[in-house]
């Protein structure tokens, strides 16, 4: 008896069909993502709070929990998302970001992206950031006046100090 | 000694084995595709809101400029992230914005009145049915999404079919001169018949599907392994000290899209555009994409909303041979580069390849089972050595 195809075991063929079940399964991530992307979840998945930059105010939060991810040449980057607030909205030329505090205007970090009311950045972390590192958040306006703050990473990204800590054992 | 079975035969089953163990499989990927193809065009049949009927007989379309003028009545703080100007004049253009609350929201406009004619919901259509077909909702994380391989692998098979079948069929042209299709023969001659005329008339269709999918599959990998066709080249930025300096009290600068769009029309002035994005920040570029004399290809050229000058442009005189080969691979996919007609094309053709599919599993049912039986016979008769018992 050959054991090939036909037969009893013809049914066996059709299994493929229950590929069909593999979207099924990925479509509440699809939407969840689409929503986080969207902003139709609130800034991020997890808010930083409320900063405060001079006359300037903004709410930042991260985009998501997860660790940063390496992107290419880039290295690993962290997203994060800044919702500028009151009169920042018309004030703030650009806001960037950076681990670590920056020397000048021009090494201020990443670019936020996007309209005031939602703008994101892939924030890079360093050969050298540690746990205590700090997120250095400047901004510009248009007159051009510069303003800075900065807080511990532990609080801007729990995630990334964690993975931080298990590079470093590495 | 039997005879060793014929090369034709050899083919022949192949053929029949290259779809059958993923037929399920390609059969979904085949007719979500072909709804994917014209899921525009669904929509707007389904959503009056998506349709860009003039208020008139001699109504002319607003400047970008005044449309984004009366979307912010409409819609006080709303802030362009892109536009698209779809090919067919049927269509209302597609606004992405972000609104005051954070959200990002698209708004189909009327290009006539600037009229905001309906909100995509929660669920768009257009871009569910493409992800479904190309990626199966897989998530892209840092690289293509494993569904994006699964699909995109598929090419393989279905190349292959259509080379076997040709070999199978050598004089297969002559089914354009005498079409066949028996109805009275029973079930199996009638899908073989059907397989065969279908596959015949579909062979430059499923030619271009198997290589532009294979194209895809290799992108893919590429991007996996940080290969790239094109020279990457650093992102465009404008100058610290170019971005004018604004008193507090003053409103920062709007770019004008209407003065972007005759900057570029200014140096190339056949240049149609499709696809609009405003700055991302005060340091970017009004992004426009468009079709110029080729039309598989957009060309892309980015303006300084501050000097309203070309800083870059990507035309298809700018383009390698190579580039305009691999650019070419997603419109010839799609099929939206030149209408309606070519659309529902696509869609006719993609129905009788997602047939096809299932026509050859209904004859793999009826005959090919036997047959592999037979050939394998054959070969165990022919072989040298003895084998063992079962």
């Given at each position: 008896m050959i054991a090939l195809p036909g037969g009893r075991r013809r049914w066996r063929f059709h299994v493929c069909a229950l590929m069909l079940l593999v979207p099924i399964g990925f479509a509440p991530g699809y939407f969840q993502r689409l929503d986080l992307e969207?902003?139709?979840?609130?800034?991020?998945?997890?808010?930083?709070?409320?900063?405060?930059?001079?006359?300037?105010?903004?709410?930042?939060?991260?985009?998501?929990?997860?660790?940063?991810?390496?992107?290419?040449?880039?290295?690993?980057?962290?997203?994060?998302?800044?919702a500028l607030e009151g009169a920042a909205i018309d004030e703030v030329r650009a806001a960037y970001a950076k681990i670590g505090e920056p020397r000048s205007i021009r090494s201020a970090g990443a670019l936020f992206a996007g309209a005031p009311y939602r703008q994101m950045a892939g924030v890079a972390a360093p050969e050298t950031a540690t746990g205590d590192s700090e997120l250095w958040l400047t901004f510009e306006g248009w007159d051009g006046s510069i303003e800075q703050t900065s807080l511990p990473l532990a609080d801007a990204s729990p995630s990334t100090v964690a993975w931080l800590a298990g590079r470093r054992r590495r | 000694m039997a005879h060793a079975?014929?090369?034709?035969?050899?083919?022949?089953?192949?053929?029949?084995?290259?779809?059958?163990?993923?037929?399920?499989?390609?059969?979904?990927?085949?007719?979500?595709?072909?709804?994917?193809?014209?899921?525009?065009?669904?929509?707007?049949?389904?959503?009056?809101?998506?349709?860009?009927?003039?208020?008139?007989?001699?109504?002319?379309?607003?400047?970008?400029?005044?449309?984004?003028?009366?979307?912010?009545?409409?819609?006080?703080?709303?802030?362009?992230?892109?536009?698209?100007?779809?090919?067919?004049?049927?269509?209302?253009?597609?606004?992405?914005?972000?609104?005051?609350?954070?959200?990002?929201?698209?708004?189909?406009?009327?290009?006539?009145?600037?009229?905001?004619?309906?909100?995509?919901?929660?669920?768009?259509f257009r871009a569910f049915i493409r992800a479904l077909h190309g990626w199966l909702l897989t998530p892209f994380d840092g690289g293509y999404a494993i569904g994006w391989y699964a699909v995109s692998a598929l090419s393989i098979p279905l190349m292959g079919s259509l080379v076997t079948g040709i070999v199978v069929h050598k004089k297969f042209w002559r089914l354009y001169l005498r079409p066949r299709l028996r109805l009275s023969k029973g079930r199996r001659v009638f899908w073989g018949d059907l397989h065969r005329l279908v596959a015949v008339w579909s062979i430059p269709f499923i030619a271009i599907m198997s290589t532009t999918a294979l194209w895809f599959l290799i992108e893919a990998i590429l991007y996996a392994n940080a290969v790239t066709v094109a020279p990457v080249r650093p992102p465009l930025v404008i100058a610290r000290e170019a971005a004018p300096n604004v008193a507090r009290s003053e409103a920062p600068p709007e770019p004008s899209i209407d003065a972007a769009i005759a900057a570029i029309r200014a140096k190339h002035p056949d240049f149609a555009p499709g696809y609009i994005e405003a700055p991302e920040s005060a340091y970017g570029h009004v992004t426009v994409y468009g079709r110029g004399a080729?039309?598989?290809?957009?060309?892309?050229?980015?303006?300084?909303?501050?000097?309203?000058?070309?800083?870059?442009?990507?035309?298809?005189?700018?383009?390698?041979?190579?580039?305009?080969?691999?650019?070419?691979?997603?419109?010839?996919?799609?099929?939206?580069?030149?209408?309606?007609?070519?659309?529902?094309?696509?869609?006719?053709?993609?129905?009788?390849?997602?047939?096809?599919?299932?026509?050859?599993?209904?004859?793999?049912?009826?005959?090919?089972a036997g047959a592999t039986r037979a050939l394998v016979r054959d070969i165990r008769v022919a072989g040298p050595f003895p084998e063992p018992a079962e």
């Open positions: 969207g902003g139709a979840v609130g800034l991020g998945e997890r808010e930083i709070g409320v900063l405060r930059l001079g006359r300037w105010k903004a709410r930042l939060a991260e985009l998501d929990l997860g660790p940063p991810v390496i992107e290419g040449a880039a290295g690993p980057i962290k997203t994060f998302t800044l | 079975p014929s090369s034709r035969r050899l083919w022949f089953v192949a053929h029949s084995w290259l779809g059958l163990p993923i037929w399920g499989f390609l059969f979904f990927v085949c007719l979500t595709g072909s709804i994917a193809t014209i899921s525009q065009e669904i929509m707007w049949l389904v959503d009056p809101a998506t349709r860009a009927n003039p208020p008139s007989a001699d109504a002319r379309p607003l400047g970008y400029d005044e449309v984004m003028a009366r979307i912010a009545e409409q819609r006080p703080g709303a802030r362009l992230h892109e536009m698209t100007q779809p090919v067919k004049p049927e269509f209302a253009l597609i606004v992405e914005a972000a609104t005051p609350d954070g959200e990002t929201r698209t708004f189909f406009v009327n290009p006539y009145d600037g009229t905001i004619q309906g909100e995509q919901g929660w669920f768009d080729y039309p598989l290809i957009f060309e892309e050229a980015k303006v300084n909303p501050y000097s309203n000058e070309v800083a870059q442009s990507r035309m298809v005189s700018d383009r390698t041979a190579l580039e305009l080969v691999t650019e070419s691979m997603r419109p010839l996919h799609v099929g939206d580069f030149a209408g309606l007609w070519l659309k529902l094309v696509y869609f006719l053709f993609g129905v009788l390849l997602t047939g096809l599919v299932f026509s050859g599993m209904m004859i793999w049912a009826k005959r090919t």
